[in-house]
């Protein structure tokens, strides 16, 4: 079973940084694309950040130019460099992802169950 466990979230001042970690077991990690999520209160759980298992990636508008995920395979973890927090990015972060095979790509549809999550507060 897939187990996925992020870490490094916190409260930050605008204009500050963060970098979160999510770290995979229970799956062959270099053959899954990946994707960092996060959820507002109030809101529904959005993919903000995407990355192939060839490394290609992919970003929300909200957050193209300041978010950047990253990956170690030898050490089965996802990271998301946030520059330029905003208030509008408080939210708990998720990771989650699927394999890609066979030439299949993986979109960002989640397919593992989700960790817990790690909050991310941007404020003064």
């Known amino acids: 079973q897939v187990q996925l466990v992020e870490s490094g979230g916190g409260l930050v001042q605008p204009g500050g940084s963060l970098r979160l970690s999510c770290a995979a077991s229970?799956?062959?990690?270099?053959?899954?694309?990946m994707g960092w999520y996060r959820q507002a209160p109030g809101k529904g759980r959005e993919l903000v950040a995407r990355m192939a298992s060839g490394g290609s990636t992919n970003y929300a508008d909200s957050v193209k130019g300041r978010f950047t995920i990253s990956r170690d395979n030898a050490k089965n973890t996802v990271y998301l460099q946030m520059n330029n927090v905003q208030p509008e990015d408080t939210a708990v972060y998720y990771c989650?992802?699927?394999?890609?095979?066979?030439?299949?790509?993986?979109?960002?549809?989640?397919?593992?169950?989700w960790g817990q999550g790690t909050q991310v507060t941007v404020s003064s």
């Open positions: 989650n992802g699927g394999r890609e095979v066979y030439g299949s790509r993986w979109y960002g549809t989640p397919t593992y169950n």
């Open positions: 229970g799956t062959s990690f270099s053959i899954n694309g």
